[in-house]
């Protein structure tokens, strides 16, 4: 390629570069620059060094509204990382037993709710639970736990762990395929040898499938790590811009929103904004240069 | 092998379905229920719709009060010119990537593999003055070059993985031929990568067609409404209308559903496919 | 005592049936090979015999025991993969511990066994390195060293040399020979390649599209093939064939006109021969010779001549027959275009009856 200048590399490469660093990478780097701002007379920012980062963490007004929510965020990973990926992990082994009838019908069935939107999801479920419906209340009551049934939208104890449970319900297909994957790419010969060595289905799957996808696992919890600190739309969808019962599921995405648009007592402020914004991509950013440093490196992609 | 493997299939086929039924059930309760009347809902939300209480008032009213199908039509537009778009520039891109080599490759491609990681939303405030400045606020125009910056990242990584696998062999007998770069991209390239746009395709389509913020930002008009942001207005307003509501949904689910399990068995090939990196 | 018995083992996929109703013998420290051309059903057999595949119809027996329904583990026996299937996250100690350390043995006990089957396959080294680090014929060994550690009362191996290289090859095969003069354990090996066969084995079962062709030793495979197929699968160069039809039978013999026009007695059974009945005449390579004085002669014209050093191929293009060869040691003076006249002793000429088999 030396012989003539290569236009037709930049022909391909520029209007997807152009695109892609005008309305991703520009707006975010011009976020963190804006975060430095404080906005003056008029509206017209001025630079402000670390002002807005003291005010969101020493005001009052401000710090507590954020730690709540980042602690709020914490407890949607972690429901996530206890609930969803096990229940993943735990369907995709099922599903990648040998001569399995139904298979394709499981996998169809199981990933229909990715496929919907969150605001779908989100009202279905209102609805479901709403105590006016009785539904939910009905379905306890075949089991004979009629008596446990609470409006759990509703209730600050327990609305955080209802949503994000019904989070949970709408992607568990995700780490399902992703595992599923993975367990396809382990040769047959190794189960039948295992299988000849004595091993049972539990055994073979415990100490020779698990460790062999290990990596898979690493990035399944990465990308829910990534997900869940940048989620916004169920919670805006059943709970709106306020995250209530008294915030007790405002989570950082709920949270940048309010910020940046502002709601009923407070007036949006970009550059505060752009301040949470920043730190959410801090967060975002640490947690994955800390797995890939730490966690990734340990787990060896064997050659299979 | 034989004796164990029929005890676990058993065991195995209930936990299956019972998730199915969990993972099911919700979605069957809406549809079922939007078919019937008001007081059918309350009285026997369990039971599927009979004469009794089958009723389309549901769907009468959502169809007179919004515009769902204008919501519809904004919502194909915007799903399918950006999916299109970003195939189209993406495909060229990963080509770049893939098929020659030149100092600052990698670094190109670590460059646009980092949007698979960071957030767009976290832009946001950028995106918006940006959009502003630009006159496209309120237009389905803003919307869709959000989502092609969106999508480009994690289809030229997907593209250009299936790329590095074309048999250079391939590559190298168009060039001796003394065919154009742009002919050989165009008639050679593209043709090949077929399979794998169905794995680009689920992994752009679903996230971009089920989208809340950015139209919530930067197209809240009822003129530039997509479906998602159509149906969350209209369930806030008519909240208590649960006739209503429950139509609604089924609307905005219903051609998902339909579309969904008739390409099934490609999106599930196509996301096992791009899984395996 | 570790004998195997198939009778009437049959596998069916479905509507379809690939291995057609199998019965083999097989004593306690025998070594048999299952040969025979790709799809031709051996290595079903095999999984067959390990318990991975189920049986259709028929019986199995190991050990005198009926093993249809028995889990492969439980059946006795020890298998080596042809992709050695090395578990790539364990050390190769851990490779061949895993199975003894799913039962109930003591780690001392497990500890033993593993060193001891180091020692005879030479692994003691590499005891800590995982598969991934190292070479293809490292692996074979660890593999093998897995099956041993099993203690079992039969091995099977699944083509194990098909993954490796020409020298490493015949290295690895005496080896294999040699452990097997050591343990003394029955072994049933899988393979596509006659010449294993022949130098490893103590029976053959060769194979050919589900069905079992001929059972036996090497050498009654050479000098005494059942049929057209075995006769053209064992040997190297492959088994000539001239094509000939019977012109009369009587109680001692019978006449037989070749394509040439040539015809010869043949003192041998008739078994139910009639007039005008096609006849196929096979003579091995290394059987012609160039003199005249035998039984079965053949002329022809040398159409190319392949000088290897210690033996030429010469190949002959028969009038109306078309391409023979013919194996002569040290190097020919054959020369391409040469007329050259070779024959064979009777009892080097074998005679398949119209259906392929041998007539004896």
Known sequence: MNRRFPTHIIVFLAPAVVIYT??????????????????????????????????????????????????????????????????????????????????????????????????????????????????????????????????WLGQKSTALATISLISVWQFVGIPMMLIYAALLNIPEDLTEAAMIDGANHRQVFWRIKLPLILPTLGIVSILTFVANFNAFDLIYAIKGGLAGPDFTTDIMGTFFYRTFFGFQ?????????????????????????LFFFGVQRRLLRHAL | ???????????????????????????????????????????????LPDAASFSLVGFEKVLSRSNFDLYFTNSIIVTVVSLGVTLLIGAMAAWALAGYKYRGNTLLAFYLAIG???????????????????????????????????????????????????????????????????????????????????????????????????????????????????????????????????????????????????????????????AVK | MADVKLAGVKKSYGKIEVVHGVDIDISDGEFVVFVGPSGCGKSTLLRMIAGLEEISAGDMFIGGNKVNDVAPADRGIAMVFQSYALYPHMSVYKNMAFGLSIGKIGKAEIDRRVRQAADILQLQDLLDRRPAQLSGGQRQRVAIGRAIVRDPQVFLFDEPLSNLDAALRVNTRLEIAKLHQNLKNTVIYVTHDQVEAMTLAD??????EGNVEQIGSPLDLYHRPA??????????????????????????????????????????????????DALSIGVRPEHLTASTANDLSISGTVDVVERLGDVSYIYLDLPEEGRIIVAEQGSADAVPGDQRDYSAPGKNVHVFGPDGTALR
Request: proline share 5%; net charge neutral.
């Open chain 1, 22 to 151: 005008l309305f991703m990478i520009y707006p975010l780097l011009d976020s963190i620059r804006l975060s430095f701002y404080s906005l003056g007379e008029g509206g017209v920012p001025y630079f402000d060094g670390f002002k807005n980062y003291a005010i969101l963490f020493n005001d009052p007004n401000w710090s507590g509204a954020f730690w709540n929510a980042f602690w709020n965020n914490i407890i949607l990973f972690a429901i996530h990382m206890l609930v969803q990926n096990p229940i993943g992990l735990l369907l995709a082994a099922c599903l990648s037993l040998p001569v399995l009838k139904g298979r394709h019908l499981y996998r169809t069935a199981i990933f229909l709710p990715t496929m919907l939107s969150v605001v779908i999801i989100g009202f279905t479920w209102q609805l479901i639970l709403s105590p006016l419906w009785g539904v939910a209340e009905t379905l306890m009551d075949f089991v004979g736990l009629a008596d446990y049934f609470e409006p």
């Open chain 1, 265 to 289: 007592l407070q007036l949006g402020s970009t550059t505060m904004g752009a301040t949470v914004a920043t730190i959410m991509f801090l967060i975002i950013l640490l947690g994955v240069v």
């Open chain 2, 1 to 47: 092998m034989i004796i164990k493997r029929k005890f676990n299939a058993g065991a195995v086929h209930v936990i299956l379905l019972i998730y199915c039924l969990i993972a099911i059930w919700p979605i069957f309760l809406v549809i079922s229920n939007s078919f019937k009347s008001r007081k059918w809902i309350f009285k026997d939300p369990m039971a």
């Open chain 2, 116 to 274: 698979i990681m960071v957030p767009i939303r976290l832009g946001s405030v950028s995106i918006m003055k940006l959009m502003v400045g630009l006159g496209l606020m309120n237009t389905l125009t803003a919307l869709i070059l959000v989502y092609i910056a969106m999508s480009l990242p994690l289809t030229i990584f997907i593209l250009s993985e299936f790329m590095n696998q074309i048999p250079n062999d391939l590559k190298e007998a168009a060039r001796c031929d003394g065919v154009s770069e742009y002919r050989i991209f165009f008639q050679i390239i593209l043709p090949l990568i077929r399979p794998a746009i169905a794995t680009v395709g689920v992994f752009t389509m679903v996230p971009v067609w089920n989208d809340l913020w950015f139209p919530l930002i930067l197209a809240p008009g009822d003129e530039v409404r997509t479906v998602t942001l159509g149906v969350q207005g209209f369930v806030g307003q008519y909240v208590t209308d649960w006739n209503a509501v429950l139509s609604s949904l089924t609307l905005a689910i219903l051609p998902v559903l339909v579309l969904y399990l008739i390409f099934s068995r490609q999106l599930i090939r196509g996301i096992t496919a791009g």
């Open chain 3, 203 to 208: 029976k053959i079962v060769v194979m050919n």
């Open chain 3, 227 to 276: 049929n057209l197929f075995v006769a053209g699968f064992i040997g190297s160069p492959q088994m000539n064939i001239l094509t000939a039809t019977v012109t009369s039978v009587n109680d001692s013999g019978f006449m037989a006109t070749f394509a040439d026009g040539q015809t010869s007695p043949f003192a041998r059974p008739a078994h139910g021969l009639a007039v005008n």
